[in-house]
C-alpha cells in the first residue's frame, strides 16, 4: 500500500530542490520520464487528462514521458498535483520491494507426531483479502501481465519446473520449494523455463 503522502496545491515549492534558472536541467531527464509514466499508469489518467489537470499541453507532457523537452520546476510541480504523487517521487523512485525465498529457508515448524513441517512464507497484512490460484506453464511466450491496481501484490511458490518470475526486466529464477513476492502494481512477468512447470501464486488486494 502507498503510504507517501500526495501532493497539495498549498505546499510550498520553495521547499523544493533549487534547479538552476529554475528548471530541471541538473535533473537526469529519463529517470524523470520513467518516473512520470509509471505515475501516471498508477493512476490510470489518459495523456489528455493529466495535461488539463496540470494545465499544460498534451504534446508537452508526451515529450516528457518521452525524455525530451526541458520541463521547469513549476510545471513538474503541476504534474505531481495533478498525479497527486510527492515531488520527490520524480526523482528518487521508490523501489520495488521483491523477497525470495528459496526452498530451504524460511522459519519452518515440525510436527511431533508425523513427517510434517509448515514454513511461513507471508504473513497476511490487516485488512487485505488473499486469491489463490494454480498457475501451468508451459516454456514458449512468457506470461506478461500489465500493472495491476495500485497495492496489489502477488505471492508465487514454485512447486515444480523452473520458471523466470516476478517485475518486469528484474525477474528471479525459481526452482521447486521457491518462493517470491513481488509488487503486482508494477508490470510483471511469469517464464516457465523447463516443461511441466506448476506453481501456486497468491494475489493480495490491500
Same mark, same amino acid.
Given at each position: ?14 521547499d ?5 534558472s ?17 505515475e501516471?499508469r ?9 495535461? &488539463? &489537470? ?6 508537452t507532457?508526451s ?6 523537452g ?5 510545471t513538474?510541480?503541476?504534474? #505531481? ?18 523477497q525470495?525465498i &528459496? ?9 511431533a507426531h ?9 504473513? #497476511?497484512?490487516?485488512?487485505? &483479502? ?5 498457475i501451468a ?6 506470461r ?13 511458490v ?7 518470475v ?6 528471479v529464477?525459481l ?5 517470491? #513476492? ?7 512477468v ?9 506453481a ?7
Open positions: 500500500m502507498n503510504t507517501d503522502p500526495g501532493v497539495r496545491q498549498n505546499e510550498r515549492m520553495d523544493m530542490p533549487n534547479y538552476a529554475g528548471d530541471a536541467r541538473g535533473a537526469p531527464l529519463e529517470l524523470i520520464a520513467a518516473s512520470l509514466r509509471r501516471r498508477r493512476t490510470g489518467l489518459s495523456l489528455t487528462e493529466v495535461a &488539463r &489537470r496540470a494545465g499544460i499541453a498534451k504534446s507532457l515529450q516528457l514521458e518521452s525524455g525530451t526541458n520541463p521547469s520546476l513549476e513538474l510541480w503541476a504534474i #505531481c498535483v495533478a498525479l497527486d504523487a510527492p515531488f520527490s517521487r520524480l526523482l528518487d523512485p521508490p523501489r520495488p520491494h521483491v525470495v &528459496r526452498a530451504d529457508e524460511g522459519p519452518t515448524v515440525a510436527a508425523a513427517s510434517y513441517q509448515a514454513t511461513l512464507l507471508a504473513a #497476511c497484512p490487516p485488512g487485505a &483479502r488473499r486469491d489463490v490460484y494454480r506453464a508451459e516454456p514458449g511466450h512468457p506478461e501481465s500489465q500493472a495491476h491496481m495500485a497495492g496489489v501484490v502477488e505471492h508465487v514454485l512447486s515444480s519446473g523452473r520458471a523466470l516476478g517485475v518486469a526486466g528484474e525477474p529464477e526452482g521447486p520449494g521457491d518462493y517470491i #513476492c513481488y509488487p503486482a502494481d508494477l508490470p510483471h511469469f517464464e516457465a523455463l523447463s516443461p511441466g512447470t506448476l501456486v501464486l497468491v494475489s493480495e488486494h490491500t
